[in-house]
């Protein structure tokens, strides 16, 4: 699979690339492009993720890595955004654009809550983010990692079905079991951990289809065979207002360790 990823990547950039920034100045815009065209699909793995950070009116946001900027528009009114992305190729949204993940622009113990939605299942070594999250964080604020489950169908459809069509391969390193001894091993306290189910909402299956041809950048299937296959892969309900593709995230909520440095 890696000779494969390798392979796919050296087609489309000329060069084999793994990090996250190498392949989101690949597919952001195709990303961007999906969120832009459906920007409320995704509206309860936002809330479900702003719901753990206990923020107050106010308070200072990290959003990491911040793609698009999707998630600012869901926060509680009076909150403070703070985006941090460092590919341009989303095209808007974030407000450090053009610098490298790491390390983070933000001073020590200067912001209330991080969140982290859907992105570091690209990172090969999460420490140094987990660390820097932690350094950023004022003591008593809030980390909630919202990432894939390495157990859930999600993560088997990301390396099934994803892989084999889109534009870069997709081989993910995803969270579990070990990822509270990881963020403790980085400065933080875990609160909680969890795998929450919910929808990505659509008024169509054909909108499903087309939202997640584009969001990963699918290049040798249709729109109509992705969303077959994940109605057998990872299942639709029919919801009040159109159809619900089940999504879950494993959402782990953190606090800084009072005795860090």
Same mark, same amino acid.
């Given at each position: 699979?890696?000779?494969?990823?390798?392979?796919?990547? $050296?087609?489309?950039? *000329?060069?084999?690339?793994?990090? +996250?920034?190498?392949?989101?100045?690949?597919?952001?815009?195709? +990303?961007?492009?999906?969120? %832009?065209?459906?920007?409320?699909?995704?509206?309860?793995?936002?809330? *479900?993720?702003?719901?753990?950070? *206990?923020?107050?009116?106010? #308070?200072?946001?990290?959003?990491?890595?911040?793609?698009?900027?999707?998630?600012?528009?869901?926060?509680?009114?009076?909150?403070? @955004?703070?985006? &941090?992305?460092?590919? #341009?190729?989303?095209? &808007?949204?974030?407000?450090?654009?053009?610098?490298?993940?790491?390390?983070?622009? @933000?001073?020590?113990?200067?912001?209330?809550?991080?969140?982290?939605?859907?992105?570091?299942?690209?990172?090969?070594?999460?420490?140094?983010?987990? #660390?820097?999250?932690?350094?950023?964080?004022?003591?008593?604020?809030?980390? /909630?990692?919202?990432?894939?489950?390495?157990?859930?169908?999600?993560?088997?459809?990301?390396?099934? @079905?994803?892989?084999?069509?889109?534009?870069?391969?997709?081989?993910? *390193? +995803?969270?579990?079991?070990?990822?509270?001894?990881?963020?403790?091993?980085?400065?933080?306290?875990?609160?909680?951990?969890?795998?929450?189910?919910?929808? @990505?909402?659509? $008024?169509?299956?054909?909108?499903?289809?087309?939202?997640?041809?584009?969001?990963?950048?699918?290049?040798? %299937? %249709?729109?109509?065979?992705?969303?077959?296959?994940?109605?057998?892969?990872?299942? /639709?309900?029919?919801?009040?207002?159109? /159809?619900?593709?089940?999504?879950?995230? +494993?959402? /782990?909520?953190?606090?800084?360790?009072?005795?860090?440095?």
């Amino acid at each position: 699979m890696a000779e494969r990823k390798a392979s796919q990547l $050296a087609l489309h950039a *000329n060069a084999p690339a793994a990090s +996250y920034e190498d392949l989101f100045q690949l597919r952001g815009a195709p +990303y961007d492009s999906a969120m %832009s065209r459906y920007p409320e699909a995704r509206r309860e793995e936002f809330l *479900n993720t702003i719901a753990r950070a *206990n923020l107050e009116a106010g #308070a200072l946001v990290a959003d990491v890595p911040a793609g698009g900027g999707y998630l600012a528009k869901y926060l509680p009114q009076g909150c403070v @955004w703070l985006g &941090h992305e460092p590919c #341009a190729s989303f095209g &808007h949204g974030a407000t450090e654009l053009d610098r490298d993940l790491l390390p983070l622009p @933000w001073p020590d113990a200067s912001v209330d809550a991080a969140l982290s939605i859907a992105g570091v299942h690209h990172l090969d070594d999460k420490l140094p983010l987990f #660390a820097e999250l932690a350094r950023v964080v004022k003591q008593g604020g809030r980390l /909630v990692l919202a990432d894939v489950h390495e157990a859930s169908a999600v993560s088997r459809f990301l390396d099934g @079905w994803v892989d084999r069509h889109n534009s870069t391969g997709h081989e993910g *390193n +995803y969270l579990g079991g070990h990822t509270p001894g990881e963020l403790r091993q980085a400065g933080w306290d875990v609160l909680s951990a969890e795998r929450v189910p919910f929808h @990505w909402r659509f $008024a169509s299956l054909a909108d499903m289809g087309e939202f997640a041809h584009s969001l990963f950048d699918l290049r040798t %299937s %249709s729109p109509a065979d992705t969303a077959r296959t994940i109605g057998a892969e990872l299942g /639709v309900d029919t919801m009040a207002d159109g /159809v619900g593709m089940r999504w879950e995230l +494993y959402m /782990v909520v953190a606090t800084p360790l009072a005795s860090r440095a």
